[in-house]
């Protein structure tokens, strides 16, 4: 079965989702292609946090009701030292520059009934999705539907947004990239529990080793807890997973509740340049990942795929690929900046607590950081400014 559309937008997650809804804001026809079906789609849950910058980038494209209504201000930081808790009031720091505490699949379920609902083609179990002719005039892409009908889509443009392990980057040949890797040297273990929230946003600095807590709605946390980078999740059963995050969080009455998901995340960084081959645009974490802390991941996929919509728009519509050609650059910029924010404040939080991560001097340094970072108001403001997507 043969068709064709101006853009094809392979993966159905934030990155791809929201450049689905920009393109059908901005005239510009395209087909979504999911591998998973709409239940697993539905049910991922990752990120909890929209910064300032991407709720700008809704607000600009007339979504912003639609996508957060009922959802609240990110608006304090707790930073608690020892058990001794520091509140960072982020809305005052940025000058009024907050974000949204919404779950990612809060946010996912919005935005494909925002595109469902305005007509959008969007097609799940989409199997053996393989894009072709990257480097030509007329590339197309692949697929077999759940019945195992083959189809074959051409289109002017693909934006890949299926992820680390998707096909898109995979489908460029490796000498057309330069690829940057960085392992943090730590893990953390997550969990999902249905336990109270914590009244805002936590990280908690300790020798027993860094630990975060976030709200993930009104009767769901997540929690972070600082492990060696090759620990399983069968090493951390229910018991431990609370007795640490009470040691750590340095709060004994810990309101607990059924735990729901347990994982490792590998604290690495990765970044490919350039974000495009040829006809393929690279959206998300296809081209960047980024470790959880500063909540990063994504905020920069939103902000890709705004860059691409308006760059796609000016192409589709006025022939004009100029923003094309400077989309890579454009969103590097962005990305290195909050790679390096996110590495700052991963040795910033960690280096601070166990002394057995990086020594007792690098230990100090970081203490004295955090102290510059309560007490001084340009740091502060710094700071702010960065967790505002700046």
């Keep these: 079965m043969r068709e064709s559309t101006p853009v094809v937008v392979i993966g159905a997650g934030p990155a791809g989702l929201t450049l689905a809804n920009l393109l059908r804001l901005a005239g510009v026809g395209c087909v979504v292609l999911e591998r998973q079906s709409r239940s697993h789609v539905a049910r991922r849950q990752r990120a909890g946090v929209l910064d300032y910058a991407s709720t700008r980038i809704f607000e ?9 209504a009922g959802m609240p201000e990110d608006r304090v930081l707790e930073i608690r030292v020892d058990g001794e808790p520091h509140l960072l009031d982020m ?3 940025s000058g009024g520059r907050t974000g949204r505490a919404i779950p ?15 007509g959008g083609d969007l097609r799940f179990d989409a199997g053996e999705v393989t894009p072709h002719d990257l480097d ?11 019945d195992g009908t083959l189809h074959e889509i051409a289109c002017d443009y693909i934006a890949g947004c299926d992820g680390y392990h998707g096909v898109t980057r995979e489908s460029v040949p490796a000498e057309a990239m330069t690829t940057y890797s960085y392992d943090h040297g ?3 273990f997550t969990v999902l529990a249905d336990a109270p929230p914590p009244r805002r946003p936590l990280f908690a600095i300790s020798a027993h080793g860094f630990a975060a807590q976030f709200p993930r709605g009104p009767a769901a946390c997540r929690l972070y807890l600082e492990c060696a980078p090759d620990d399983m999740p069968a090493d951390w059963n229910d018991d431990r997973v609370w007795e640490q995050s009470r040691l750590r969080l340095g709060d004994d009455a810990l309101p607990t509740g059924p735990i729901t998901d347990k994982a490792v995340v590998e604290m690495r960084s990765f970044v490919v340049d350039p974000m495009r081959y040829g006809r393929l645009f690279l959206v998300g ?7 959880p802390m500063g909540g990063k991941g994504m905020n920069l996929a939103i902000a890709d795929a705004d860059v691409l919509a308006r760059a796609l728009r000016a192409a589709v519509h006025d022939g004009d690929e100029e923003p094309l050609a400077a989309y890579s650059a454009t969103c590097l910029r962005r990305v290195w900046n909050q790679q390096e924010f996110s590495r700052w404040l991963t040795e910033l939080t960690h280096e601070a607590g166990d002394s057995a991560l990086a020594g007792t001097f690098r230990r100090q340094l970081a203490r004295a950081r ?8 340009p740091a502060g403001r710094a700071f702010a400014d960065l967790m505002a997507g700046g």
């Design 91 to 93: 809305r005052a720091l």
């Design 285 to 291: 974490d296809a081209a960047h990942i980024i470790t």
């Design 60 to 68: 600009e494209w007339g979504l912003a009701e639609t996508l957060l």
């Design 186 to 188: 730590i893990g953390w």
């Design 136 to 146: 030509g005039t007329a590339p197309k892409v692949t697929y077999r539907d759940a």
């Design 370 to 377: 955090l102290d510059r970072l309560f007490a001084s108001g």
């Design 104 to 118: 990612q699949q809060v946010l996912v379920a919005r935005l494909m009934a925002a595109f469902l609902d305005g």
